[in-house]
């Protein structure tokens, strides 16, 4: 038995996943730490702020609307904010905070009640190594969530705002915070400290969270900044611009196979994580409890998309599950609806919600592991240790998400999202290919079994063509014992009686017996092989009859064209044909005293011709009485499926004419013979 070859289709996939799995893994660990990238000698680097110093005011909604209205007016001008939107000018109002800065979720205030409002001054000093100042100055944070963010720089007029994050607001706790400082305002600061204040309104006793900061040179954060964007934007956008197209590649499979819900449920899952991730494409909401029910539509589709996730899994399973799927939808209907908008005064329904995505993906996870640990299908291991690692990935968003850890770690689900894509196309692609291999098995063994059977067909084919030429042999040997029995046969004891008795001369002995032999030639002469040619037949004909035509006087003259094969033309035939001109020479011989006869044959449309013409007495059709032999050579013409014709006038000679069809569908099944008028 031939090895294997480790090179196989499935064997560079089951490797390229596993490359592409690792090489997921290590960038997103390398991209998840925040540590300063150390820069090549001679070059200015980025400083990243773990300390700020903290002042908190606290504010009405009204003053909240006059601060941004505030910013809104400025725009960029110069000049300074108002002094009562300022940062606090007290020293003593600044106490030193350490980076990030996160408050942890609590229960939402009600409805009904009065909110109050803080403003989050935190105050950074930036003074680059050694005094070289760069180019650009830019500001970087990982994570930033809050209200809409500001950023002041301290002038000599005041507080100058040079960042307004109004139109982003609701992008930015999954947004990195980045601005370019004014090279105006960098070149005023040279021969001092930047001072610059990030403005963050929260809700009191809200959840919040002010990661560390980077300050430094443009061209040294701006890489920095762009990671974390293609990291935390790009990949989710790209996922489910990708999730889309498979979707609408599997619903078009399933509208052909209806008898496969797999690719309807993959289809639906796409859908869903199109939903989930629905604030990476379009802007949010500008009212808050508009915002509310799209952040509730988001996660609760997370639910469902896990849903549909674990139904398409256990596709690849050998048994059903119908209890453990209803249970599960059943489940999730319920926590879609207990985390609802409406019941936000009780508890977070965001918080809510991702723990029930973490219920519903710990008792699948497992549900799963343990169908794979008993099927022991390779395929369904890989998803199964996808959805591991997808979980452990969820429950880290779950942490970072409600503040408790990891406050400036990425959301690493759209990445588990590629992980799990990833092990179902491998394992669609494992089933596809054992599904080829088994077509290719079957194949193979059809074929042998279709070998088997046509060997076993020949040897039957060739014991039914043996016995179908012992039955053909048998037939004519039949045949000729029947022809010499009736012709030969007779003639011969019908002068050997006639000897005898003494009633025959010597002469009609001889004449009789002349015609015995010539007759046992014909039929040797019939049965050589001709290949349904005519004219060789007629050939062989003139050979042994051209020296007693010519003992007899006569002159043969032969106008003999090409005539086309006729197929049907076999030995019985063949000594029909030849009988019937035999028997015509010699009726020229013995009776027309004619000195010349001319065999002519043409082809004439579908059928061909054979002339007997001689220049003999001739006889009157109308007077002549029909014989036995005219009658014979009637039915031998009938038997070919032809026609005999005979024209004769006193002194005039006489001419028979036999017409044959070239093609003959059902030899002697009609009678197509002429009455000749004898």
Known sequence: MPLRSSWTPAALLRRAVCLC?????GLVSAHAQLGPTPPPAGQLAGHQMVQAELAVSRWSRDDLNEWWAALRAMDGSPGSLPADLQPPADPATWKPVKLPDVRNREVAARYGEERQYQMRWYRFRYEPAQGLWPTSVALYMPRLRGMAAAVLVHTDEGWRPVFDNQSGAREQWVRPLWVVFPAALTELNKAQTLEVVLAVPVLEDSFYSVSTAWMGPREDLEPRFQRRWALQIGVPQATGLTLVVLGLFAISLWIKRRDEPAYLLFALA??????????????????RLGLEWFWWVTHAAMAWVMVLTFLFVLRFCRRCYPRFEAALGVFVLLSSAATLPLWSHLFDGLVAQHAVNA???????????VVAFKERRYGLRLIALSLVLSLVLGLHDLVVLAGWAWHEDLYLMPFATLMIVASFLFAVQNRYVGAVYEVALLNENLAQRLDAQSRELQLQHDKLREAERQQALLLERQRLMQDMHDGLGSSLLSAMVAVEQGSMEQDRVVEVLRECVDDLRLVIDSLEPIGHDLVSLLATMRYRLGKRLQAGGLTLEWDVQDLPMLDWLEPPDALHVLRLMQEALTNVLKHARARRVRLVTRHQGGQVEIRVEDDGDGFDLATAQRGRGLKS???RAQRLGGKLRVDSSPGQGTRLSLRLPVVREEPGAEPLGQQAHG
């Open 21 to 25: 799995l690792g090489w997921l893994l």
């Open 359 to 369: 219920v519903v993906g710990a008792v699948c996870t497992g549900f799963v592991c």
């Open 633 to 635: 050579q009637q039915r």
């Open 270 to 287: 796409s859908v869903g994580w199109l939903l989930r991730n629905l604030h990476y494409h379009i802007d949010l909401p500008r009212t």
